[in-house]
């Protein structure tokens, strides 16, 4: 295992570390540094007397516990968060002049939090949404917050319907339900009257919005943003983060499952990841347009519910973030991190995209309410590492003592200072942006009318498996729907991204598609707009797909870190666990063995094997394999058990690997998984790998490699067109 603890290596760590308390070998004491005598029994006028109002232990004991709370985030609740540290692979000097752009040998340290959307924080990690993903660099020039989503696009245009997209999203006001969930009446009310939202509708139905873990999910910054270099030269960019390991999703079936045995699932891979020393990978990228391109899109790079294609403009590496330790207490840093767009360092600027400029107003004004006042920007975990010199005083919960007469400027009692900072010296200048003459008026750019070309281009751009996924979130969260209306206009809605997927998701909610719908939509769309022929281009150059969307072209190449289930009873073969779970462990995965009960395994020699989990304490859908070893009295022990039975069953069903070795095959017909071959054709099919001789042979190289593919869906398509002729 990894030391995680604090290493102060970073001027941000080492403000942490003084900071930090450390109450091992220390006496007990008040909050003013009095050591406490009793901390058992409240004083008290005699053994049975009431107690007393001078007992300033009690009342300031009590008074800190009543106080303990704060307001949880009105989004983005639930959270999990870690340290680490960022590094640029070159100076990207030519594009900005930000600092932490500049050496390769610079390590910036950053704290990132991951998060759900609309759950609050006692929700389950699994739940069908965005997901935040929200990175704070503590740079030489002060923080660079980056606050983006796991998804490019968001539901609306302008920061003015925010509100009313939370409101809609969140459980419904009259009796507060459902929690963290996204399948009733007001959310697709809302939807299906804002078609401005259906691009990023096609996101949140995907597999996209149910990632494998934290470390398997892509991030982006959503909005476009400008880069300045030191001649003042600007460019626009879009910002990347790609997981080293791959995007992985996992079913609704399993999400669902997991919510019920393990709400906390991504929130302890993440600190179980980090303590193990599997430390998470990001890589950053940028999409970078010359600003003399700006308007050569048909889309508008200011649209949030648009994104470039990367055939159009691709993605270019431009370094990597580490995350390295985990937080010292939840409450202090991943609880009170004050995340906010507006924090951006010289070099980094912000463009027109209404909705990003009502952020800058949104996220300062959020934390004032969360965290008390102004001075949240002196809790440790928000402090930039940069020297902070200004006017400010005072306020609720003031930590800093300023020094001095002044608390203005200008001034000559304390010589002018602190001075204003040329550009020379580091000082932040907004980029000169020209404007044109135009009339103050509510309206949107015209680019901004198309609502469904670029949903349908994230539709075409998927794989089979990934658009009957999509089908059946909407047949899903549409069935749970009350009003016939609102499923009626969300398929009609449905039919201008693409006629297939709304018969399809018509099918199954037993319905007709609408020909009209009576309730005036709110299209913000010309009447004459021929809106579904459009293709995003850019400089002339159109595209029908983008693999890029599509999880299925992740990269698979390793099976590092990923959980292998080895079932397995008393009577195993020892052999064939020891070879396999040395096989793993060299591929960089982490095999558990699940039995019975917990406690040991008694394997066919005597040898005692450890138990990781019990058929009550594991499940299959924690894991992202399974393994079946021979030994004939352990199969006859699990062939006679349910719930081993049901954990194969499930397994298939999630169209995992499998592999089984001797006997253990026999538990695979057991359960009536099967396969009439083994080796790597096999695996190339239906990823079932067996060696029924008993001998490992090549068992675990093909086995490995069918982890690598992370699923088989030909199992469910094949499961699928069965029901179909039913």
């Not at 997209?165 to 009257?193: C, G, N, R, Y």
């Not at 539709?459 to 016939?484: C, D, M, P, T, W």
Request: with cysteine; hydrophobic share 40%.
């Amino acid at each position: 295992m990894a030391d995680t603890k604090h290493n102060p290596d970073t001027a941000k760590d080492k403000d942490l570390a003084a900071n930090r308390e450390d109450s091992s070998k220390e006496f007990l004491t008040t909050d003013q540094g009095v050591r406490v005598n009793d901390n058992q029994n409240s004083l008290k006028a005699g053994a049975h007397g009431p107690s007393l109002l001078e007992d300033f232990h009690l009342r300031e004991k009590i008074m800190h516990f009543d106080h303990e709370r704060i307001p949880e985030r009105v989004v983005h609740a639930r959270g999990s968060g870690a340290h680490g540290f960022f590094q640029v692979y070159e100076s990207l000097a030519p594009i900005t002049r930000a600092s932490f752009l500049q050496n390769p040998a610079t390590k910036t340290p950053v704290f990132v939090r991951f998060s759900t959307v609309a759950g609050s924080r006692g929700s389950s990690d699994l739940a069908r949404d965005v997901r935040g993903f929200a990175t704070k660099f503590y740079t030489e020039e002060g923080n660079f917050d980056l606050v983006g989503n796991n998804m490019p696009v968001f539901f609306i245009q302008d920061a003015i319907k925010f509100p009313d997209f939370v409101h809609a999203v969140k459980p419904e006001p009259h009796h507060e339900m459902p929690q963290a969930a996204s399948a009733h009446d007001t959310f697709w009310d809302f939807i299906s009257l804002t078609p401005e939202s259906m691009h990023t509708i096609m996101w949140v139905m995907s597999d996209r919005a149910l990632p494998r873990s934290y470390r398997m999910m892509q991030g982006f910054g959503v909005h476009t943003f400008r880069m300045i270099n030191e001649r003042g030269e600007c460019r626009f960019v879009k910002f990347h983060w790609k997981p080293m390991l791959g995007v992985h999703s996992v079913l609704w079936d399993e999400a669902q499952k997991i919510s019920g045995k393990d709400p906390d699932f991504h929130r302890r891979d993440l600190w179980q990841a980090i303590e193990n020393g599997d430390f998470p990978e990001y890589e950053l990228g940028l999409q970078v347009v010359e600003e003399a391109d700006e308007h050569s899109f048909d889309f508008d790079l200011t649209d949030p519910t648009k994104l470039i294609p990367e055939e159009l403009v691709p993605v270019r590496p431009v370094g990597k973030l580490t995350l390295n330790r985990n937080p010292d207490n939840f409450f202090a840093e991943t609880e009170q991190i004050a995340f906010c767009i507006a924090n951006v360092v010289p070099g980094i600027d912000f463009t027109d995209d209404p909705l990003l400029q009502g952020r800058l107003f949104s996220y300062q004004d959020t934390q004032l309410t969360r965290l008390g006042g102004p001075n949240f920007h002196e809790i440790p975990i928000n402090r930039p590492v940069a020297p902070v010199h200004n006017d400010q005083r005072d306020g609720h919960m003031r930590q800093t003592i300023n020094v001095g007469q002044t608390s203005y400027e200008p001034n000559t009692i304390s010589g002018g200072y602190p001075v204003q900072a040329r550009a020379k010296d580091g000082g932040y200048v907004t980029y000169p942006e020209r404007l044109m003459d135009a009339a103050k008026l509510r309206a949107r750019s015209e680019k901004f009318f198309d609502h469904f070309s670029q949903a349908t281009l994230f539709y075409n751009s998927q794989s089979e498996i990934e658009k009957l996924h999509i089908a059946q979130a909407l047949e899903f969260e549409l069935g749970n729907v009350q009003r016939l209306q609102i499923r009626e206009r969300m398929l009609f809605l449905l039919t201008r991204v693409d006629r297939t997927l709304a018969e399809r998701v018509a099918h199954g909610l037993g319905l007709r598609i609408p020909e009209k719908v009576d309730q005036p939509l709110n299209m913000n769309i010309p009447a004459d707009a021929k809106t579904e022929e459009y293709q995003p281009m850019h400089n002339g150059r159109k595209i029908v797909a983008s693999p890029a969307l599509s999880m299925a072209t992740t990269p698979r190449n390793t099976i590092k870190t990923r959980q292998i289930a080895i079932l397995a009873a008393d009577g195993v073969d020892e052999t064939a666990i020891t070879d396999m779970q040395k096989a793993l462990k060299d591929a960089g995965a982490q095999a558990r063995i699940v039995a019975p009960r917990l406690g040991f395994l008694r394997s066919a020699k005597g040898r005692s094997i450890p138990v990781d989990y019990s058929l009550m304490t594991g499940a299959s859908v924690f894991f992202d394999a399974l393994y079946l070893p021979g030994g004939a009295a352990s199969v006859d022990a699990l062939r006679k058990d349910p719930d081993a039975l049901l954990f194969i069953i499930e397994t298939f069903k999630h169209c995992k690997a499998i592999a089984a070795n001797g006997e253990g095959v026999d538990l695979l017909h057991e359960a009536h998984v099967g396969s009439n071959g083994t080796g790597p054709d096999t695996m190339k099919t239906d990823g079932i790998v067996v060696n029924a001789n008993g001998r490992s042979g090549r068992l675990a190289e093909d086995f490995i490699h069918a982890i690598m593919q992370h699923r088989f869906w030909n199992r469910q398509m094949m499961m699928e067109k069965a029901a179909m002729k039913v």
